[in-house]
């Protein structure tokens, strides 16, 4: 891609470590994972240079009822939680 497109944004959806829990089932449906990440860094190993990354819950807060909101800023504090389900804008050089 970064041949054909270069200076382009490409923004993915990045599942992290803790969908490991719902592997077989995903495999027994034929939805196989077969990589994961524990932050944006490991993508950044993968040669992508990030240019921001959110999680899913700091998109759309307000979808939330009031008492959700409370409970996900607080666990997007934490690395496990917030990366579990990452949007990720990277460029290509």
């Known amino acids: 891609m970064r ?3 270069p200076g382009a944004t490409l923004d993915a959806e990045v599942i992290g470590n803790y969908a ?3 592997e077989k089932q ?3 449906l034929g939805a196989p994972l077969k990589w994961y990440v524990k932050n944006e860094q490991d993508l ?3 040669g992508l240079q ?3 990354a959110w999680s899913l819950y700091q ?3 307000e979808r939330w009822p009031w008492q959700w909101q409370l409970l ?3 666990f997007t504090q ?3 939680f917030r990366n579990g389900y990452l949007i990720v804008e990277t460029k290509l050089y």
């Open 78 to 80: 934490l690395p496990y």
């Open 50 to 52: 990030i240019v921001n």
């Open 59 to 61: 998109l759309s807060p």
């Open 3 to 5: 041949s054909q497109f």
């Open 20 to 22: 490991k829990v719902a």
């Open 44 to 46: 950044t190993a993968m």
């Open 72 to 74: 996900l800023r607080f």
């Open 26 to 28: 995903l495999a027994q």
